[in-house]
């Protein structure tokens, strides 16, 4: 039985890789897996639940190849630089991640986040190993340590999020506002504390 499942499942990840989520068709996947629409439907309630299956595995996969990247003793510009210049690489490149900004999806995709725990232990291992890495490099005097790990987090993902509001930012800006955006929160990150707007007001 967890046989037709892992087919269902490869098929839906096909599937969605090649043509999106808005494109893709629970027939298709049916079909391409070898058994019948009724077999979907005792392992998935909806394409919405198959996809975001198939969408949490890719972003997994994603970010242990992302943490698999970061040597904390690289240059911290570089390291940064690239990795969060990957990120918005590979979202941007693979139809499965982009539909992060499928604004029809994302409210429903984001629920489902929230109750899935899985995902929710992959973003723990994930935020705790950069936590200690950010840690590292504050104690080493590589960045600023009037901030802490959540915080210096966040920077680094708004410039993935960005990307989001590329119609209310202006779209003839992307990808250069990303990689300027990048930029700023990296010198700011590496300036003295004293140096900051925000601790001079």
Do not use: C
């Amino acid at each position: 039985m967890e046989d037709k499942k892992e087919l269902i499942f490869h098929a839906a990840r096909e599937l969605f890789a090649r043509k999106g989520y808005k494109e893709t068709n629970i027939p298709e996947i049916t079909t391409l897996a070898g058994v019948g629409v009724g077999t979907f439907y005792n392992y998935y309630a909806s394409k919405d639940e198959i996809f975001f299956e198939v969408f949490t595995r890719e972003n997994e996969m994603t970010k242990k190849e992302m943490m698999a990247s970061i040597d904390p003793d690289e240059d911290l510009h570089v390291t940064l630089t690239r990795m969060m210049v990957r990120s918005r690489d590979v979202i941007s490149s693979n139809l499965i991640l982009r539909e992060w900004y499928n604004r029809d999806l994302f409210s429903r995709m984001e629920k489902w986040f929230q109750e899935d725990k899985s995902n929710e232990r992959m973003n723990e291992i994930l935020q705790t190993y950069l936590s200690e890495v950010i840690l590292k490099w504050q104690q080493e005097g590589k960045i600023r340590s009037d901030l802490d790990a959540g915080m210096i987090l966040a920077l680094f993902n708004s410039t993935i999020y960005v990307d989001m509001h590329k119609t209310e930012l202006g779209i003839q800006f992307f990808p250069q506002l990303t990689y300027h955006l990048l930029d700023f929160i990296i010198k700011g990150l590496t300036s003295s504390p004293e140096q900051s707007i925000i601790a001079k007001e």
